[in-house]
């Protein structure tokens, strides 16, 4: 139960960071003209990264005309790959929670339950390392695109030295950092779940007691088979050969001793 909270809240906050997201750049250009400047330049963009739809205005340095641009970039696919696996994740831990409290009887009923939640479970821990992979580059590229050094590059007017062109502040990325961490982080939980899941199935348990059952019946059968008590004990040729104990003593065979002689003497 506990584990199924674990699963609820660490979904929470890898959606919750990555598909709440906003945020801002700003720019400076300084023409030679003062007049002509903006020294404000503000680029907000947000969940889910499409960048190329991000529009906003640079001077040309050349009268009052201004140039439209466009950051560079879709990185909605793997943004909303990664905020999808988390919602559903939610959802699955959600009603996986309602099934354990008051399904119980059902959850066991033929194994079904517990079949499928292992199955599930495996599928999870698979699609959190790769929509955490994919949107952990992802977010190196968003980084990228939005660099306020790389923007500058956009603008026409920062291409001409009698012009200066500076970055004012640069986008906060701490909340798309902690939604990677927290995706992976859910790998780890999905993925470290999977045993205590297949102990439920009932295969781990089986699959020891196969070979117990064996070993049980292997020492009877060779014990009480022809081997020891037929060869050697009931026989007694060997383990307990009464005749050549008592015949090996000369001094109390009296077979050996007595029937020599007593032949001999008739014979004479």
């Not at 790389?150 to 701490?174: D, G, T």
């Not at 790998?187 to 205590?196: D, E, P, V």
């Not at 070979?211 to 037929?230: I, L």
Request: proline fraction near 4%; include cysteine.
């Amino acid at each position: 139960m506990k584990e199924m909270e674990n699963f609820q809240l660490f979904a929470i906050f890898a959606f919750a960071t990555c598909g709440g997201y906003s945020g801002e750049l700003r720019l400076s250009v300084d023409c030679a003209n003062k007049s002509e400047s903006d020294l404000s330049i503000d680029i907000a963009f947000a969940y889910p990264f499409r960048l190329h739809q991000v529009n906003f205005e640079a001077p040309t340095c050349e009268g009052k005309r201004q140039e439209k641009l466009a950051l560079i970039g879709d990185f909605s696919s793997s943004a909303e790959f990664f905020v999808t696996i988390a919602v559903f994740a939610f959802l699955y831990s959600l009603a996986a929670t309602v099934v354990y409290i008051f399904f119980q009887n059902k959850y066991r009923e033929n194994n079904r339950g517990p079949l499928i939640d292992f199955i599930v479970t495996v599928v999870f821990s698979f699609l959190w390392l790769v929509s955490s992979s994919a949107w952990a580059k992802g977010l190196s590229d968003v980084k990228v695109a939005t660099d306020p050094d790389e923007v500058l590059l956009l603008i026409s007017a920062c291409k001409q030295q009698s012009n200066k062109c500076l970055p004012v502040r640069s986008p906060v990325m701490s909340s798309l950092n902690t939604s990677v961490v927290f995706g992976y982080l859910n790998f780890i939980l999905w993925a470290g779940n999977i045993w205590f899941v297949f102990k439920e199935t009932g295969w781990h348990s089986s699959g020891q007691r196969h070979p117990a059952d064996t070993m049980e019946k292997q020492p009877g059968g060779y014990n009480q088979g022809g081997y020891n008590q037929d060869s050697y004990g009931p026989a007694g040729s060997y383990n307990q050969p009464g005749s050549y104990g008592q015949v090996g003593e000369y001094g109390q065979s009296q077979s050996y001793g007595q029937s020599g002689p007593t032949s001999f003497a008739n014979q004479i």
